[in-house]
Nanobody, 122 residues
Framework: QAQLVQSGGGLVQVGDSLRLSCTSS???????LAWFRQVPGKEREFVAS????????YYADSVAGRFTISRDNAKNTLYLQMDTLKPEDTAVYYC????????????????WGQGTQVTVSS
């Protein structure tokens, strides 16, 4: 199974932008891809997902209109463009692959990236 390696993240100010990347060690199979995030003491929550063809994308209400998920299958890379960041976006972000992009439970996703910290300071 391909390994998903994440990059990006860091400490930013409120209103700033940040882009996360998630690169596969092998060409992407025909899987959907997603981003989740988690804060200490809480369950991992859905952020956004995208079908293999990029035809459909899904977003959590809390990030819709601010975050954009995209993928470049030729580069085996998934992206999450995060704009107008808020303190409540602070979390560890994870990428994952799955069978259906419409599923929002973390239990439906697998092959998780290593996680990357995003901290939004006010």
């Amino acid at each position: 199974q391909a390994q998903l390696v994440q990059s990006g993240g860091g400490l930013v100010q409120v209103g700033d932008s940040l882009r996360l990347s998630c690169t596969s060690s092998r060409p992407f199979p025909s899987y959907a891809l997603a981003w989740f995030r988690q804060v200490p003491g809480k369950e991992r929550e859905f952020v956004a997902s995208i079908t293999w063809s990029s035809i459909s994308t899904y977003y959590a209400d809390s990030v819709a209109g601010r975050f954009t998920i995209s993928r470049d299958n030729a580069k085996n890379t998934l992206y999450l463009q995060m704009d107008t960041l808020k303190p409540e976006d602070t979390a560890v972000y994870y990428c994952a692959q799955g069978r259906r992009a419409s599923l929002r439970s973390s239990n439906e996703w697998e092959n998780w990236g290593q996680g990357t910290q995003v901290t939004v300071s006010s």
